[in-house]
């Protein structure tokens, strides 16, 4: 395997202000794609449940909220399916997302056993709310980049995770974001 390097001035930076953090191999710890990553994930991780921590659910109430706003009325089992949600589990987050005002169970017209989950107008503007927070939490994460290379950055990343999600699926993304949780067992 090949040397890993860094044209990072920040990584240059802190190198020059004390002895780096050193791998096994004698780079730069700051070199090395797992440790980036895993500090981005972590910050990212924290600055978004800070948004999050009013919602009932945490992340899985905002995706739960976040879809069937922007997918329109779903059936609560085909919304558990899509989030890779457990549907008892699915039915005590709705629950908990409706005793707050912000989604409603609606009969399904074509099936009347089936329940259809709206947002609610609360819904919608608590969603407004938090997106804005997390674009501000997001800026904060990626703040020491410029716009242009931020852009990238997303676009790139998302080539990544696309490409790796179909080699190796997640079924459930709120399981990646829990500390106790292997990711190798996801």
Not at 158 to 175: E, G, I, S
Request: hydrophobic letters at 40%.
């Amino acid at each position: 395997m090949g040397a890993v390097t860094s044209t990072s001035p920040e990584v240059g930076t802190r190198a020059a202000r004390g002895a780096p953090h050193r791998s096994a191999s004698g780079a730069p710890v700051e070199t090395d794609l797992g440790w980036a990553l895993g500090v981005v994930f972590r910050r990212y991780a924290k600055a978004a449940a800070a948004v999050l921590d009013d919602v009932p659910g945490g992340p899985r109430g905002y995706q739960v909220l976040a879809t069937a706003h922007g997918d329109g009325p779903k059936r609560q089992l085909d919304l558990a399916a899509q989030l890779g949600v457990d549907r008892t589990v699915m039915t005590y987050l709705l629950d908990d997302l409706e005793k707050a005002g912000l989604v409603q169970r609606q009969p399904d017209p074509a099936d009347r056993r089936a329940r259809l989950i709206v947002a609610t107008e609360q819904g919608r503007e608590a969603l407004c709310d938090l997106e804005e927070r997390l674009a501000t939490a997001e800026d904060e994460v990626l703040g020491s980049l410029e716009d242009s290379e931020r852009a990238s950055f997303r676009m790139l990343l998302q080539r990544v995770a696309v490409k790796a999600d179909t080699v190796d699926p997640l079924h459930n993304a709120c399981v990646l974001a829990d500390e106790n949780v292997d990711p190798a067992d996801t």
